[in-house]
Nanobody, 125 residues
Framework: QVQLVESGGGLVQAGGSLRLSCGASGRTFSTYAMGWFRQAPGKEREFVAAISWTVGTTIYADSVKGRFTISRDNAKKTVFLQMNSLKPEDTAVYYC??????????????????WGQGTQVTVSS
């Protein structure tokens, strides 16, 4: 079992920044990658960014490229999402997820084995 706990969400004005954190505990020794997804009201959960745990390779959704940065602290088993130039359309619940077995670094929800409870991000116009 793996437990993921997100933090750092909140209310911010358009153009502002937030930094999300996600700490992992439990059976994390085989972690291949971690990712961030988001879900707005009435919409499907969508991919935001992911990072491979050992090498640090990153991938991003086109909608956040150049504005969001994913990073990790291997020693603390924590992944971060730095969000800059936030827009109202970024408003959503943000979830982190972990891929335990190497099936490739990707955006599909099916790649990820465990999910956090989510943290709300609200961007006002």
């Amino acid at each position: 079992q793996v437990q993921l706990v997100e933090s750092g969400g909140g209310l911010v004005q358009a153009g502002g920044s937030l930094r999300l954190s996600c700490g992992a505990s439990g059976r994390t020794f085989s972690t291949y990658a971690m990712g961030w997804f988001r879900q707005a009201p009435g919409k499907e959960r969508e991919f935001v960014a992911a990072i491979s745990w050992t090498v640090g390779t990153t991938i991003y959704a086109d909608s956040v490229k150049g504005r969001f940065t994913i990073s990790r602290d291997n020693a603390k088993k924590t992944v971060f999402l730095q969000m800059n130039s936030l827009k109202p359309e970024d408003t959503a619940v943000y979830y982190c997820a972990v891929e335990l077995r190497s099936r490739g670094l990707g955006s599909a929800r099916s790649l990820y084995d465990y999910w956090g409870q989510g943290t709300q991000v609200t961007v006002s116009s």
